[in-house]
């Protein structure tokens, strides 16, 4: 299944972040059509689409430009959403789209300059991936600051432009360390487990910049979006590359740009490319 378009028919334009709710919902950033999130339902259909063009409570000022793309959502179990935008805000949302609160913005130790990757761990603590500031910040759900880790640089645990964060079914937390070519994984205590990945256009290697994407399946199978190689890549959970697909283009299972990856209720993987949702039945 490929999903091409949105409001009133428009075709899709410079997509970002792809959350699903409780209700299998899924709710798309798209950057270029007007700062909004998009929401479809399991079949690929249009439901709605909300927020505008701004720096006001519940408006977004998304990343124009694919080669920055942060656009960053999450969804908790209560259906409370979080958005990230290039404000370095951090803004959450009712489940119809109602501003709740924000907090962020550029500043120091507990601010964020960036979000590039959202995520919710099972201690209901949000990572927030601040790709400017090269580290990960951490917040309970009311916007307050509970500690910061990472930093930049090439070594473990360090980072160069974070972009997406996704937790998998042992709690461990996976990276997209876009600048350094490769995904990290850490513990649920947040120490490194391995990296995956180094630069490259071969089997389980990644362009550089590299990977916008990870996410992790119920077997624990890893997948990521290797942007400016244009696929998908499949890992074991020990790293051990297994497939890639994808390859450049717009028709078919060809993929343009893709940025982010879901896997659904049902196992199916969803990616974003910068025009389209394609659907991959796994």
């Given at each position: 299944m490929t999903i091409e378009q949105g409001v009133g028919g428009e075709k899709l334009k410079i997509l970002g972040s792809l959350a699903f709710d409780a209700h299998g919902l899924l709710h798309v950033s798209e950057r270029r059509g007007g700062d909004r999130v998009l929401v479809f339902d399991g079949a690929g259909r249009f439901v709605r689409s909300w927020g505008t063009h701004g720096t006001g409570d519940g408006q977004f000022l998304f990343d124009y430009d694919p080669a920055i793309g942060v656009s960053p959502i999450a969804i908790a179990a209560d259906g409370t959403m979080y958005i990230g935008d290039t404000?370095?805000?951090?803004?959450?949302?009712?489940?119809?789209?109602?501003?709740?609160?924000?907090?962020?913005?550029?500043?120091?130790?507990?601010?964020?300059?960036?979000?590039?990757?959202?995520?919710?761990?099972?201690?209901?603590?949000?990572?927030?991936?601040?790709?400017?500031?090269?580290?990960?910040?951490?917040?309970?759900?009311?916007?307050?600051?509970?500690?910061?880790?990472?930093?930049?640089?090439v070594g473990p645990g360090q980072f160069d432009r974070p972009k997406q964060?996704?937790?998998?079914?042992?709690?461990?937390?996976?990276?997209?360390?876009?600048?350094?070519?490769?995904?990290?994984?850490?513990?649920r205590d947040r120490r490194f487990v391995r990296a995956i990945g180094r630069p490259g256009m071969g089997d389980g290697e990644m362009a550089k910049p590299g990977p916008r994407g990870v996410e992790t399946d119920r077997r624990?199978?890893?997948?990521?979006?290797?942007?400016?190689?244009?696929?998908?890549?499949?890992?074991?959970?020990d790293g051990r590359f297994i497939i890639q697909w994808g390859g450049f283009g717009s028709q078919g299972d060809k993929l343009h740009s893709p940025n982010e990856v879901r896997v659904d209720a049902s196992g199916d993987l969803w990616v974003a490319d910068d025009y389209r949702i394609l659907v991959f039945k796994q």
């Open positions: 404000t370095g805000r951090v803004q959450a949302f009712d489940g119809g789209g109602r501003f709740l609160r924000k907090w962020g913005g550029p500043g120091g130790a507990s601010e964020v300059r960036r979000a590039g990757g959202l995520t919710i761990d099972g201690r209901d603590t949000l990572h927030v991936a601040d790709a400017d500031a090269h580290r990960i910040q951490m917040f309970d759900f009311g916007g307050r600051f509970l500690g910061t880790w990472g930093g930049p640089g964060i996704t937790i998998d079914r042992e709690g461990n937390i996976l990276v997209a360390d876009e600048g350094n070519s490769r995904i990290q994984v850490f513990d624990g199978d890893i997948y990521v979006t290797d942007k400016y190689n244009d696929r998908v890549q499949k890992f074991a959970a």
